[in-house]
């Protein structure tokens, strides 16, 4: 049964914050991306705050979520700390992988965060693995798996999906279509109706819903994770989305007609959250104050990055394999 | 002769050849607008077309598997997969397929395709962004194995892997990119396949790599000089057929043989020309590669992975004390 939203301004402020966080870190990882203290590459979930948000606001914590290149914003919203997050893209110690991952590679098993991944698509065949295990340990967790509409032309997202009807597995698909893929417009280059087309192709259910619509991706992910939860088997929601920023921090998106992006602000979810609370009960005062306390969070977590220490060098021999691993430098004795 | 970066050079030899020969095209994401990751494409599809540079789905199973197809069927594709960790995507078409069918079917096909997959450590971009698996694919017979290490090298030797009739993987650096070095343009010659080149004469010691890594080893070679220790250096250049001649020549002279490598020590191709040497020549052999980990995110860890010169310098050391 789909609550009504309209009547839980508290809830809806909840979200609102995970949100700003998630702007904020992503604006802090850009900012420190250009003043060379993240390397590698930081793909920036700006503009989609919303789909993350809303879908892991209907998860339990033991749930499980796999994820793709652009992981920060799922990874905050399933629950996993920011700050250890910051640590990780900084590469030190108290990162979530205590720096050996990086930006592509946050985790947070704590929360069933099962990994952001490098590889396009690769998540999608691990969910369905996961959800076996679900399965056969008698559990009644759901896994959820984000992918982007550019990764559905890989072959694993179809065998994910039959694989997943075929046993009729526990898993929520959520496509974010954002309608590009780095620097290719995937309408150009993806054959038939779509991606809700290829999913009930395999008789997986498919929704279409405008992902910066908080309120719509709350709601529909509501009832679509409890009816997985009570044993629908797979299903699918394609979140329509803008990407704000290039593809990632260094790209300037000058693929892009002019004044695109611009004229997409106008439908970004942060703005369009704001504007409901505003009307139902929250002052702007309020709204400014919370947008401060989470900046001023997330600039703490920058200059906690700053402060920590590198890891030891020794480190990077450990965690590979318990037989034939290597020998870590001055643990032999 | 003008300067230009191992991207731009091997941007030129494409183009060369895509003007010699209209069977030439190439196929991968990201190739019109970007021009590769590193400009490698730039501005091409506006010379050639999209039906000649062509921006695929991320699909890249059937990015190789549709060169092999395009291979059987007359043309010269470029698989472009960007980087070698995704290339894992497509081993199967690249492995089953593209080396084994001229020699399953007797003969009767040929698959003169280019597979291209950077490999490397750029700084930062961590396990599956930095891999380096060059000796995976000396292992499988029909594959010619090819490592650029300089500007004009990219461009000669992607001329001779187009030109070649059997299935070439083709393994840029992605930390040479921007690596600057003099390309005669009026030489449109291309470099044939399976020679090496001679970086620097030595006496005391040959010291056999290829890739980023043999700027390394020059470094070792240079800070050694000053101590009186004469290093040759030999870049392969062609990790398959490699150049056996030329190293049998060089330890033949030198007497002694170090292996370096960016790539993982164990199973390395080190490992290959350190054994062939030793049952050859019976001269002492050794190996410098990466410990067997993935390559990690964090600068001090990623440095800790890395062959560096001073260790190198130290190895050769021992190896003549
Ligand atoms: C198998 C594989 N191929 C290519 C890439 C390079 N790559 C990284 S992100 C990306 C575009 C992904 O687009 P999409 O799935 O739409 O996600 P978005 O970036 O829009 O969130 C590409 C091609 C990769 N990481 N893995
Ligand atoms: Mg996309």
Not at chain 1, 163 to 184: D, G, H, M, R
Not at chain 1, 237 to 265: C, K, P, S, V
Not at chain 2, 273 to 285: K, Q, T
Request: hydrophobic share 40%; aromatic share 6%; glycine share 12%.
């Amino acid at each position: 049964m789909a609550r009504n939203l309209a009547n839980e301004p508290a809830r809806v402020a909840v979200m609102f914050r995970k949100m700003l966080v998630i702007r904020a870190f992503e604006e802090a990882a850009g900012e420190n991306f250009f003043a060379g203290h993240i390397r590698g590459s930081v793909h920036q979930y700006i503009g989609e705050e919303s789909i993350a948000v809303g879908i892991c606001e209907n998860l339990r914590d033991d749930d499980y979520l796999t994820s793709n290149h652009r992981g920060h914003g799922h990874s905050i919203a399933k629950g996993a700390d920011p700050r250890a997050m910051m640590l990780e893209l900084f590469g030190k110690v108290g990162g979530t992988s205590n720096g050996k991952g990086g930006s592509m590679h946050i985790a947070d098993f704590s929360v069933g965060m099962l990994g952001a991944n490098g590889v396009i698509a690769d998540g999608c065949t691990i969910s369905v693995g996961a959800a076996q295990a679900v399965k056969l340990l008698g559990q009644d967790r759901i896994v959820v798996n984000f992918i982007g509409d550019g990764g559905i032309n890989r072959g694993p997202f179809m065998e994910a999906l039959n694989w997943a009807k075929v046993y009729e597995l526990p898993v929520l698909f959520v496509c974010e279509n954002n309608q590009i893929a780095a620097s290719t417009t995937t309408r150009l280059v993806t054959a038939g109706g779509g991606i809700a087309k290829r999913a009930e192709s395999f008789d997986v259910p498919a929704i279409t819903i405008d992902g910066n619509d908080l309120f719509a991706v709350d709601s529909t992910a509501g009832r679509v994770v409890s009816e997985i939860r009570n044993g629908s088997g797979p299903q699918l929601i394609q979140a329509m989305t803008y990407r704000l920023r290039g593809h990632f921090a260094h790209d300037d998106a000058g693929y892009r007609d002019a004044g695109e992006a611009e004229a997409a602000l106008e439908h970004e979810p942060i703005r369009r959250t704001e504007s409901w609370l505003l009307e139902n009960g929250l002052s702007q005062d309020e709204i400014d104050g919370m947008r401060d306390e989470v900046k001023a969070e997330i600039t703490g977590f920058v200059e906690d990055a700053e402060q920590a220490d590198w890891p030891d060098p020794s480190l990077a021999f450990t965690d590979v394999q318990d037989v034939g691993a290597p020998i870590v430098p001055g643990a032999e004795q | 002769m003008s300067e230009m970066t191992y991207a731009q050079a091997a941007r030129l030899g494409l183009q060369e050849e895509m003007r010699r020969d209209p069977t030439v095209w190439a196929l991968g994401e990201d190739l019109g607008y970007e021009g590769g990751m590193a400009g490698q494409y730039s501005d091409l599809q506006a010379e050639f077309g999209d039906d000649r540079i062509v921006d695929t789905p991320i699909s890249e199973s059937t990015i190789m598997g549709a060169a092999v197809g395009a291979a059987m069927g007359g043309t010269r594709p470029i698989a472009e997969l960007r980087f070698s960790d995704f290339a894992m995507c497509a081993v199967d078409e690249l492995v089953n397929q593209a080396a084994k069918a001229r020699y399953m079917f007797g003969g009767q096909a040929r698959v003169p395709m280019v597979a291209r997959m950077p490999i490397g450590i750029r700084g930062g971009v961590a396990a599956q962004h930095s891999q380096s698996p060059e000796a995976w694919y000396t292992h499988v017979p029909g594959l010619v194995v090819v490592t650029p290490g300089t500007p004009a090298e990219n461009r000669g030797l992607l001329k001779s892997s187009i030109r070649c009739d059997d299935p070439v993987v083709y393994m840029e650096h992605k930390g040479l990119w921007g690596m600057t070095g003099q390309v005669d343009e009026s030489d449109q010659s291309a470099i044939p396949l399976g020679v090496a080149r001679t970086v620097r004469d030595g006496r005391d010691i040959t010291i056999v790599s290829w890739s980023a890594q043999v700027g390394v080893v020059s470094e070792a070679a240079a800070a050694l000089s000053g101590e009186g220790i004469s290093v040759e250096v030999i870049d392969l250049r062609t990790l398959w057929p490699w150049d056996r001649e030329a190293v049998m020549a060089s330890v033949s002279k030198t007497g002694k043989l170090l292996v370096v490598h960016e790539a993982v020590r164990v199973g390395g191709f080190g490992g290959e020309i350190a054994a062939e040497v030793a049952e050859e020549l019976g001269v002492p052999v050794a190996r410098l590669g990466g410990e067997r980990i993935p390559i990690p995110f964090s600068i001090p860890l990623e440095e800790a992975y890395k062959i560096k010169s001073d260790r190198i310098a130290a190895r050769v050391r021992e190896m003549l004390a």
